[in-house]
């Protein structure tokens, strides 16, 4: 039984275990290359295993309203690859040195070889799906990884960081994190019952937006074992994210100056960093910034309420549970 009051992810994953075990070996299997150096690179990459939250999502969403599907294992698998890419990509991207306490691929070997790798799992990951057969899927898919490379090049345009609105960071939000979720819901559906795809899409960008903002919650509460990236990295990169974005109204000029410093530094130190840190926090920006994450977690538990109340759609009203609970 599922503990709604410790959410984790292995209770979110117990009664899936066998079938995630299943989709490590697919993803094993996908990735292999006739050539020795990428397959380097994905051992590399399979090593560091991380949540397993989408293919999670896609093997329950499967589930809802019958018998699970055979194909939801390689369907899984499809989706934690694309995942994997985009990692591989926004590593690169960010230069970012490590992830999970890991090199990223980009410190590891080079900008190029990410760059390279990241063209390779994508494009694996649309062979794989092919074997499905459904060109609907495909599509959902590819749909999924246009609105992520569009949100990526949203973030490297933006001129004014600072001047960024709440709309701005939902927006980013969506296209970054939600569009994949909703797409692993409602690929998972799609092979299971269909007549809730809808439903679950709109559970998945919920839980997608609820995801995005703990996660933006836990870089300013200096948590790198959860987030699986050094804690402040995002102001590092001089990122906005909803706590500073919330905070910024409220600040003195005092504050407005400590936080323009940091964003004008090219390597701004840990003790500007934590400056910030504070400001944000004693502004109510991490507040706010919860109660947002609480209010999309709302959004996407009040989707459940018109499916059937079975052990699936249980699971996933505890993946809500689990993802609010990162940022408690």
């Known amino acids: 039984m599922l503990d709604a009051a410790i959410p984790t992810l292995e209770g979110l994953q117990e009664p899936i275990g066998s079938r995630l075990a299943e989709v490590q070996r697919e993803l094993e299997a996908m990735v292999e290359a006739d050539f020795g150096a990428v397959n380097e690179v994905n051992d590399y990459l399979l090593s560091a295993r991380g949540k397993m939250l989408r293919p999670t999502l896609v093997l329950l969403s499967n589930a809802v309203g019958g018998s699970p599907a055979r194909e939801a294992v390689r369907l899984a698998a499809v989706v934690e690859l694309m995942h994997v890419a985009t990692l591989v990509h926004d590593d690169a991207v960010d230069h970012s040195p490590e992830r999970r306490g890991m090199p990223t691929v980009n410190s ?3 900008h190029q070889v990410a760059v390279i790798m990241g063209d390779y ?8 799906i092919t074997t499905l057969g459904r060109v609907e899927a495909i599509r959902l898919l590819a749909e999924a990884s246009n609105r992520m490379s ?10 004014d960081a600072l001047g960024a609105t709440e709309d701005d960071y939902y927006l980013l939000c969506d296209r970054k994190t939600a569009s994949l979720i909703s797409a692993a819901c409602e690929l998972g559906s799609m092979y299971g019952e269909p007549a809730y795809q809808k439903t679950l899409a709109e559970y998945g960008r919920d839980l997608g937006m609820t995801f995005q903002i703990t996660d933006d919650l836990l870089d300013y509460n200096r948590t790198p074992d959860v987030t699986g990236k050094p804690s402040g990295l995002d102001l590092r990169e001089h990122k906005v994210t909803l706590p500073l974005i919330a905070a910024l109204p409220r600040l003195d000029s005092a504050g407005r100056a400590a936080v323009e410093d940091v964003f004008a530094d090219p390597s ?9 840190v504070d400001l944000v926090a004693d502004a109510g920006g991490l507040e706010y910034a919860r109660r947002r994450a609480r209010a999309f977690a709302d959004a996407a538990r009040g989707r459940l309420a018109a499916l059937p109340d079975e052990p699936a759609v249980r699971a996933l009203d505890y993946a809500v549970d689990f993802v609010v609970g990162r940022c408690k």
């Open 121 to 128: 799992l994508y494009s694996r990951a649309l062979v794989e």
């Open 150 to 159: 569009i949100g990526e090049m949203r973030q490297l345009a933006a001129h």
């Open 108 to 110: 590891k070997w080079s």
């Open 268 to 276: 701004p130190s840990n003790d500007k960093i934590e400056r910030v």
